[in-house]
């Protein structure tokens, strides 16, 4: 595998060639980084290679400075919003972590120039470990457009090594730019009660308010019990994300107001089966909640398609609220 080097440019570098100019072959990039090229077009201004095919070889990934927050493949959000990067694997749902990937790949040299939050020899040389990006707490006060904001797609806001103050500043923007709808993923919903106990005077002593949606990702029949957990968070709107969805999922969707559902993609992806879909589908089609497919998966998030028996279903909580 040759090198790959991360370069954030500034945006009059949007002139330098496109992938297709530089020669390079799609299967090129996916066999150096995993990613493909549609992948890039959204986030990246060039992708380029020195000495292409020599054992000198070393491919130049040019970053939009803006990539994040700005823009965003994922179907179901229009930003990211990413104030704490890293995570650790808690379940199998983990395995092929794509913003493990990220990290590990195109983000590395950007991860590792900051201080992880438990300052340790080895967290130090582990881009993935969490880092706190306190530069990036205001970015949704400055989007005056009212967006869906996917927060922390590179991290988890309520691992434990998140201090408890800076998830509350999070918070705080989040209750003061109320313009934008906030989509908060965890595995740990034990952890947003907890938050939410003990930090009741945010929202007044009561609920989440309703521009604040949270979840719970369920990706198999062992991880269903975080449903009961969410159910337990004051939230206007909770849902689940069952993605990847890497086994038969039967859960009580009491008190879920959207469900998630879609294939695993990547390197030693785990391929979904449909009747493990249809029945989630059906589940949601019975007690009236939105569902949402997002992807069959496979070698890459596009490869297999979105489409479930003739429709594609995008669903939302809100009719009032679509992607691009």
């Not at 990847?244 to 998630?260: A, C, S, Y």
Request: proline share 7%.
């Amino acid at each position: 595998m040759v090198p790959v080097t991360c370069l954030a440019l500034p945006k009059a570098c949007g002139t330098l060639p496109t992938v297709h100019d530089c020669g390079i072959c799609e299967s090129d990039l996916h066999r150096v980084t995993g990613f493909s090229t549609s992948d890039f077009r959204t986030q990246f201004l060039w992708i380029g290679c020195r000495h292409p095919g020599s054992r000198s070889a070393r491919w130049i990934i040019c970053r939009r400075a803006t990539v994040m927050g700005q823009r965003t493949g994922i179907e179901w959000t229009h930003a990211t919003w990413n104030p704490v990067t890293g995570c650790t694997r808690i379940s199998s749902g983990c395995d092929n972590c794509y913003a493990a990937t990220l990290a590990h790949r195109l983000l590395k040299d950007t991860y590792l120039s900051r201080p992880p939050v438990v300052d340790s020899p080895q967290n130090r040389e582990d881009p993935f470990a969490v880092r706190l990006w306190p530069e990036r707490l205001a970015q949704p006060l400055q989007w005056r457009k009212p967006r869906m904001i996917f927060v922390n797609s590179m991290s988890d806001i309520f691992h434990a090594h998140v201090p408890e103050a800076y998830t509350r500043q999070v918070f705080e923007v989040m209750l003061e730019a109320s313009w934008h709808t906030y989509q908060v993923l965890t595995k740990r919903p034990s952890q947003a009660l907890r938050f939410w106990e003990r930090n009741k005077d945010l929202f007044d002593g009561g609920a989440i308010p309703p521009h604040i949606w949270v979840g719970t990702s369920v990706e198999n029949q062992q991880a269903v019990y975080r449903v009961d957990l969410l159910r337990r968070v004051p939230a206007a709107l909770r849902f689940i994300s069952c993605e990847p969805l890497i086994g038969p999922v039967e859960v009580d969707l009491e008190g879920i107001h959207w469900v998630i559902v879609g294939g695993e993609s990547g390197l030693g992806h785990r391929p979904v089966r449909p009747e493990w879909v249809t029945a989630l589908r059906d589940r949601c089609i019975e007690r009236g909640v939105p569902f949402f497919f997002k992807q069959w998966g496979g070698r890459t998030p596009k490869a297999g398609g979105r489409v479930l028996e003739g429709l594609t279903w995008d669903e939302f909580p809100n009719a009032n609220y679509r992607t691009r």
